[in-house]
């Protein structure tokens, strides 16, 4: 995931200020060194490391340590807060009005521009919009057939035809007025690098349309090289904002960290995995958050709200504390929880949850398989009475799944240590003692 080596970083440079009484010149220099070298490494460009380490020197040097405000406190609230101002402070939305929208994707060849496009879809469409998405990548077959393939995929309207694309987006343009579309997202072609051609393409589109977005994808792996891209699209095509690409993968983060200050765009959107629901609206602040390992409860709770619904939630939660908890309420749980993301990514939108290392993921992932795999080969009675199982069944659910009887007991001695943790929480709910421990829940 990007950032979690930067963020590692700051976390052992906060955990060496514990302990200090104050600030000062001594312990912030030892301090303000290694965030240098932490910023630096992760490809921020050299302007920004210097005056974020500036600022951070400029407030904290001197500051009294309030009352249960430790040093290390402090310096946590001042690195946040010059990292929103880096980030951008304030979050930008999408400026769409009343009537037809229209948004141009732009960048290099490989940024995600065309699953961006479907991303950014099912997000309108989430909001009540209809969504129209035009391909006028026609150098590339295989991209429009891409984009067909998306815009089934997420139900929004296409529009493809062969001629040249400074033709094309006015009727594509037409074509959605004429369908009643609210937003019309072009995507456009690309190249390996910047040339002559390209720019004049998009400057041509951009003239005869004139959208109201035009957003660059920005590889988050690719460091301070985006910094450059961004600046030579903006002077073609005065750029509205940024959305940050493949944010999932193992970037260093130096994108994200140097794009708004040395350029003045906005980041709006953060992709940050393949499926089509994997984009965020960019929250400084909530970056901020996640970059120095303090979670994101809020985008934890956006996240929730969309995969899960409430009431079948609350339904879910009764059954549970009644007792009524069984095989299928634990599959539809655990496909809920799938739905949120992965394993890995939710735990570092938690407050203070422990990094899970990729081993720990791997095999959390796997063992989700396995109870899916088992408890798909049972029958609809056996999920609901597993109690009723007997070798002979045991046996043939095993073979159902490809596995053996010890996987299925272990699934069923899972779900009995599970029920056993509902019917203690609540006994400890109703005595209204403390919850103490779960008995063999998660061993």
């Known amino acids: 995931m990007a950032f979690e080596s930067l963020s590692d970083r700051f976390q052992r440079v906060f955990k060496k200020l514990r302990g200090q009484t104050r600030l000062t010149e001594s312990n912030m220099d030892e301090m303000l060194k290694e965030i240098r070298v932490a910023l630096l490494e992760a490809d921020v460009n050299f302007k920004v490391v210097k005056s974020f380490v500036s600022d951070i020197k400029e407030k904290a040097v001197g500051q009294d340590v309030y009352d249960k405000v430790n040093p290390s406190q402090m310096v946590v609230k001042i690195v946040h807060d010059e990292m929103c101002n880096l980030l951008g402070e304030d979050q930008s939305d999408l400026k769409l009005h009343n009537g037809l929208s229209i948004i141009m994707l732009v960048g290099l060849q490989g940024t995600g521009k065309t699953t961006t496009a479907g991303k950014l879809s099912k997000l309108l469409m989430k909001r009540g919009k209809k969504v129209m998405l035009a391909a006028l990548d026609v150098y590339r077959p295989a ?210 949850m422990p990094k899970l290392t990729d081993e720990q993921k791997a095999t959390a992932e796997k063992e989700m398989k396995i109870f899916e795999s088992v408890i798909n080969s049972m029958t609809p009675y056996e999920r609901r009475h597993p109690e009723t199982l007997r070798f002979s069944h045991k046996n043939r659910i095993a073979k159902g799944c490809g596995l053996d009887n010890g996987a299925v007991n272990k699934v069923l001695r899972k779900f009995d240590q599970s029920k056993l943790a509902m019917k203690q929480l609540k006994q400890y709910a109703k005595s209204g003692k403390g919850m103490g421990g779960f008995g063999g829940f998660g061993r």
Do not use: W
């Open 143 to 352: 991209a429009i057939d891409q984009l067909r393939t998306i815009a089934t995929e997420v139900g929004a309207d296409f529009f493809s035809k062969p001629g040249k694309p400074s033709e094309l987006c006015l009727q594509a343009r037409d074509e959605a007025l004429a369908k009643g579309e609210d937003v019309l997202i072009i995507d456009t072609a690309g190249r390996l690098q910047i040339d002559e051609a390209l720019m004049q393409e998009l400057q041509d589109i951009n003239h005869a349309v004139h959208p109201d977005e035009v957003l660059l994808l920005v590889d988050a792996a690719s460091g301070q090289d985006a910094v450059n891209v961004a600046k030579a699209f903006n002077s073609s095509l005065h750029l509205t904002g940024v959305v940050l690409s493949k944010l999932d993968g193992d970037a260093k983060g130096g994108a994200a960290l140097s794009i708004k200050y040395l350029t003045g765009l906005p980041i709006k959107f953060a992709a940050t995995g393949e499926k089509m629901d994997d984009i965020e609206q960019f929250h400084p602040d909530r970056m901020a958050d996640r970059i120095l390992g303090m979670g994101d409860i809020v985008t934890l709770v956006e996240k929730a709200k969309d995969a899960i619904d409430e009431k079948t939630a609350e339904k879910e939660a009764k059954k549970m504390m009644d007792g009524e908890f069984t095989l299928e309420d634990m599959l539809r749980q655990m496909k809920m929880v799938k739905r949120l993301g992965s394993l890995g990514s939710i735990a570092k939108l938690i407050p203070g």
